[in-house]
């Protein structure tokens, strides 16, 4: 009996969770990616994420970011809807507020 509950809740969608792109748990896993954060974390390096006003386009975003001094350009994540980026950051070169405002 409880394994068909259990497909039962499945197969219906039971428990299933809607972003709802306001809260700032769905900004950071609009960007999120664990094994950038797992190598940051490994060599010092802290995760920033930010919600972004306005349009951005992804391309122009990375080029800006590579730009900005700390910032691991490779590690750069945007998402579109719930607008949002992250990135790795060198804490040591500059602050995540630093970082943020160069953007």
Do not use: H
């Not at 954060?37 to 590579?66: F, H, I, N, T």
């Amino acid at each position: 009996m409880n394994r068909t509950c259990i497909a039962l809740l499945l197969a219906t969608g039971a428990g299933a969770a809607l972003a709802c792109g306001t809260c700032a748990e769905d900004k950071i896993a609009a960007t999120y990616d664990y094994a950038t954060a797992q190598r940051a974390a490994a060599s010092g390096r802290a995760m920033v994420y930010c919600e972004l006003a306005g349009p951005w386009d992804a391309a122009r975003l990375k080029r800006l970011a590579a730009r900005v001094r700390g910032v691991e350009a490779a590690t750069v994540r945007y998402a579109a809807d719930p607008a949002a980026v992250s990135f790795a950051l060198d804490t040591r070169q500059a602050s995540a507020q630093q970082a943020v405002l160069a953007l």
